[in-house]
């Protein structure tokens, strides 16, 4: 069984960090998609960041330069640093990982989710 588990939330002041980890149980963060999403209440869900099947790493327009992606694979851990911190990032922050298929492929569809954890920002 899968299991996703996001630690690092909490609350900081605007300009500030935070570092989210994602661990995972039955699963290894290796050639399938593996990101960041966030949702504030009456929005939808949306995607923050991203390490393609390619290995490549994409961010959000609203994020880009501020927040990096980043897998500790003899950890098996997916984390996310968030500098220079802005009172809209405030949401609950979801890591995600796309199940693999018979290798090379993937099944295109985000398969695992986390519980979520808060991160707020206060001006």
């Known amino acids: 069984q899968v299991q996703l588990a996001e630690s690092g939330g909490g609350s900081v002041q605007a300009g500030g960090s935070l570092k989210l980890s994602c661990v995972a149980s039955g699963y290894v963060f290796s050639r399938c998609r593996r990101g960041w999403y966030r949702q504030v209440p009456g929005k939808e869900r949306e995607l923050v960041s991203v390490i393609t099947d390619q290995g490549k790493a ?7 330069g501020r927040f990096t ?8 851990t997916m984390s996310l640093q968030m500098n220079s911190l802005k009172t809209e990032d405030t949401a609950v922050y979801y890591c995600a990982a796309e199940a693999p298929q018979l290798h ?6 985000w398969d695992y989710w986390g519980q979520g954890i808060q991160v707020t920002v206060s001006s």
């Open 58 to 64: 994409v961010y959000d327009d609203s994020v880009k």
């Open 104 to 109: 090379p492929y993937c099944s295109g569809s």
């Open 69 to 76: 992606i980043s897998v500790d694979n003899g950890q098996n």
